[in-house]
Nanobody, 121 residues
């Protein structure tokens, strides 16, 4: 089963920036929509942003104007540029992708294990 692998998390001061990356752990035949989700302690996982294979994007209201989602289809890689970070952005960030591992596979929902983002005030 294809798994996504995130990188780029860390500790940053409020107002700072981080860039998250996400790549597939094995070869993939096709990827449809990709997205970033986050889960803060004691809260449910929530959508941050999604991007379709054609490049259409969708953002949570809380990150609009501060975060930018992008993808490199040739590299099967997803990015999240996070600017003007706030303490309330602190969470584990998860990558998600709708993937087909081979031409005869069905679409499956693939998740990463998450990367911690901590924003200090």
């Amino acid at each position: 089963q294809v798994q996504m692998v995130e990188s780029g998390g860390g500790l940053v001061q409020a107002g700072g920036s981080l860039r998250l990356s996400c790549a597939a752990s094995s070869s993939i035949f096709s990827i449809n929509t990709m997205g970033w989700y986050r889960q803060a302690p004691g809260k449910q996982r929530e959508l941050v942003a999604t991007i379709t294979s054609g490049g259409s994007t969708n953002y949570a209201d809380s990150v609009k104007g501060r975060f930018t989602i992008s993808r490199d289809n040739a590299k099967n890689t997803l990015y999240l540029q996070m600017n003007s970070l706030k303490p309330e952005d602190t969470a584990v960030y998860y990558c998600n992708a709708d993937v087909r591992s081979t031409w005869y596979s069905s679409w499956s929902d693939s998740w990463g294990q998450g990367t911690q983002v901590t924003v200090s005030s």
